[in-house]
């Protein structure tokens, strides 16, 4: 099983649309939650971080944590075409290094 | 900038050769990472500094692989006698607190 898990997609949503990324962890001693977006052929952008149960919203980004489940999602509200990349869920445990998933490529159709 | 810069973008050698990578972070952050990124997969991570010190290093980081950060500020990956399979993205991050912050990496192509 792996540490950090995405639905590897690709997910398609219209524009304007919310898009929904998903992602789990195994290492239940895991404390801070990231979400990186990745554009083709460029380095990881951080866009959110997440530390405790429930939502942080930022913009048109919503978080939103659950530890219990060891689950972590990101809700993109009023999908743009620019939005189209590759989501990375990366989860910093007890050891001071991200443990990334795969990533999910996401495709907002205009 | 500001940002984490990683030097040189691109680099093509052959295999068995040398290579080396540079990596200068935010000013003000005594954390560095070195993550490695091939196609398709999340950055996997092979090795970190606080300051000069590496404190920890992946089951990745083969023998052929040195870092170092002399003086807690920027830091050099080498790759001795390179493989086809080091081909990759070369990826540095910087942190204070816990959110990290990427440079542009390096990709490297082993022919």
């Known amino acids: 099983q792996k540490e950090v898990e995405q639905n590897s997609g690709p997910l398609s949503v219209p524009e304007g649309a919310i898009a929904s990324l998903n992602c789990t962890y195994s290492d239940r001693v895991s404390q801070s939650f990231f979400w990186y977006r990745q554009y083709s052929g460029k380095s990881p952008e951080l866009i959110m971080s997440?530390?405790?149960?429930g939502d942080k919203e930022d913009g048109r980004f919503t978080a939103q944590l659950n530890k219990a489940s060891q689950y972590v999602s990101l809700l993109i509200r009023d999908s743009q075409p620019s939005d189209s990349a590759t989501y990375l869920c990366?989860?910093?445990?007890?050891?001071?290094?991200?443990?990334f998933g795969s990533g999910t490529q996401l495709t907002v159709l205009p | 900038d500001t940002g984490v810069s990683q030097d040189p973008r691109h680099k093509i050698t052959k295999r068995g050769q040398n290579v080396t990578f540079r990596c200068d972070p935010i000013?003000?952050?005594?954390?560095l990472y070195w993550y490695r990124q091939t196609l398709g997969q999340g950055p996997e991570f092979l090795t970190y500094?606080?300051?000069?010190?590496?404190?920890?290093k992946s089951r990745l980081l083969s023998d052929r692989f040195s870092a170092e950060r002399p003086k807690g500020s920027f830091s050099t990956l080498e790759i001795q006698r390179t493989e086809q399979g080091d081909s990759a993205m070369y990826l540095c991050a910087s942190e204070e607190g816990p959110e990290a912050f990427f440079g542009q990496g390096t990709r490297l192509t082993v022919v």
């Open positions: 000013s003000e952050h005594n954390r």
């Open positions: 500094f606080q300051n000069e010190a590496q404190l920890e």
């Open positions: 997440i530390y405790s149960n």
């Open positions: 990366a989860v910093m445990g007890s050891a001071r290094q991200l443990t």
